[in-house]
């Protein structure tokens, strides 16, 4: 396994992507559904992600990307439609000590946003290591109709039982065998 599968807590964490075309518009797809500050680095934007501006969903600066950009951002999103760009700003935010995703440019991520079946706060990563989007897409399909809609809603309520099934059942490995019955 070449990429390891990590969820990344986005409250409070500020993602930088640079482009304002197709191949940002589909990063920003997901990202709008997270909890970061997202922050959109282009002179031009499509309509689509100047009506997630608007809609406050992320903030758009009207300009060329500086290296500038890259301080106190948590991820990058290398984005624009320029393959060279998209590798010379994956080197500069790799020299501060960033993960940076260069779209459509497998050799140039550090990391691979993944096909995700949501049912917050499950949530499903489908990968395939960059090698069949498309593959993963397909088991995304499958999985989103075997998924009922309200498994989001379970795992809040199991979690609200979490405090008091704790003090009930209070060690671990018989509290693990309870949710495994459940």
Request: proline fraction near 5%.
């Amino acid at each position: 396994m070449r990429y390891l599968p990590i969820h990344v807590d986005t409250k409070n964490a500020r993602i930088l992507i640079i482009g304002g075309e197709g191949a940002a518009e589909a990063k920003l797809r997901t990202l709008i559904k997270t909890d970061a500050q997202l922050s959109v680095v282009s002179p031009e934007i499509s309509p689509e992600i100047s009506r997630w501006a608007e809609q406050g969903l992320l903030s758009h600066i009207t300009r060329d990307f500086q290296p500038s950009d890259l301080d106190g951002v948590r991820l990058v999103y290398a984005a624009t439609e320029d393959d060279d760009l998209n590798l010379e700003i994956g080197n500069l935010a790799r020299a501060k000590g960033l993960l940076v995703n260069a779209a459509d440019q497998k050799d140039a991520c550090d990391f691979i946003t993944p096909a995700l079946v949501d049912r917050s706060p499950v949530i499903v990563s489908i990968g395939t290591e960059g090698t069949s989007p498309s593959l993963a897409r397909a088991v995304k399909t499958d999985l989103e109709a075997r998924l009922p809609s309200g498994l989001g809603k379970l795992a809040l309520i199991i979690n609200a039982l979490r405090a008091k099934v704790k003090a009930a059942i209070p060690p671990l490995a018989k509290r693990q065998l309870f949710w495994a019955d459940i």
